[in-house]
């Protein structure tokens, strides 16, 4: 049985902030609230924790998963940044974009693209995921909550409950925040290209 924290949206509690980093310490598996949809997480290195999460969504291990992270010196702790990527990162940080870049050796191996050696990492625009990734003091490993069979992400936090309150610990309900995914845009060798319309604009990338 999962728990469930009310948490406000625009001034977190310290208090459940606090709990709710406990919580991913100790291996369990989080929904919250970001700046496009709920999303579903863990601590980047409980592999068990991240098996949940596969089984949750039913995923195989080509799923590109992502880094969320608190800041662009998070990004960069975990990611090769040349100077252009660094340029677009900045201008689109916070916000509501996942990057494609090649790993550092700071990301453990199975959570890369098998032949790529690539991650995503974003920074989400919501005061709650920022909180949490700030307790937390390094990323949280992330995918959209979308369930099998289904083209969307969940989006009211009672729905999710009633799902899945069995095979998660915690649902943050931050309120409502959107059913839309994130653009997907990658930055590897070079090159900018988008591979996923999302909520960001994506017309400078064109």
Sequence with gaps: MSQFFQIHSESPQPRLIKQAVDIIQKGGVVVYPTDCAYAIACHIGDKK????????????????????????????????????????????T??????????????????LHPKKKTIGLRVPDN??????????????????????????????????RQTLEHSLDLIIDGGYCGMEVTSLVSLVDGEVEVLRQGMGDTTEFS
């Design 49 to 92: 924790a991240i098996d949940r999460i596969k089984n949750i969504r039913q995923l195989d291990d080509k799923h590109h998963f992502t880094l969320v992270c608190e800041d662009l010196s998070q990004i960069a702790t975990y990611a090769k940044v040349d100077n252009e990527a660094y340029r677009i990162l900045k201008s689109h």
């Design 94 to 111: 916070p916000g509501a974009y996942t990057f494609i870049l090649k790993a550092s050796k700071e990301v453990p191996k199975k959570l």
């Design 127 to 160: 005061a709650i995921a920022l909180a949490i990734l700030k307790e937390l003091g390094e990323p949280m490993l992330s995918s959209s909550l979308i369930l099998p069979n289904e083209d969307t992400p969940l989006t009211d936090p009672y729905d999710i």
